[in-house]
Nanobody, 123 residues
Framework: QVQLVESGGGSVQPGGSLSLSCSAS????????VAWFRQVSGKEREWVAC????????DYSPSLKGRFAISRDNSKNTVFLRMSNLQPADTGTYYC????????????????WGQGTQVVVSS
């Protein structure tokens, strides 16, 4: 079966950091572009970042660039999202998605999705 599984979510105080992982099974993730999305309370799903495969081929939501960083470990079939200086507004469910390219907010163009991992930022 083709599957994506997110992990690494949890609770953190404002200003803290978390690193999320997106691990693939049933296919080789390094042949796909991988994006991170999130859904925070009361808002629609939001595109966060995308990697096209090469370390330098990354795109970020303008509002999050500088705090979030996407990276890959091809040997582990895993993509990461490093989040820093987290704030309560970052609280929500974070998803990874794989597809043939980076499509920004056009989530329907990604062919595979994980179930999400929860991030809570509070004092």
């Amino acid at each position: 079966q083709v599957q994506l599984v997110e992990s690494g979510g949890g609770s953190v105080q404002p200003g803290g950091s978390l690193s999320l992982s997106c691990s693939a099974s049933g296919f080789t993730l390094d042949t796909y572009a991988v994006a991170w999305f999130r859904q925070v309370s009361g808002k629609e799903r939001e595109w966060v970042a995308c990697s096209t495969g090469m370390d330098t081929n990354t795109d970020y939501s303008p509002s999050l660039k500088g705090r979030f960083a996407i990276s890959r470990d091809n040997s582990k079939n895993t993509v990461f999202l490093r989040m820093s200086n987290l704030q309560p507004a970052d609280t929500g469910t974070y998803y990874c998605a794989a597809g043939g390219g980076c499509y920004g907010d056009y989530g329907h163009l990604y062919t595979h999705w994980g179930q999400g991992t929860q991030v809570v930022v509070s004092s």
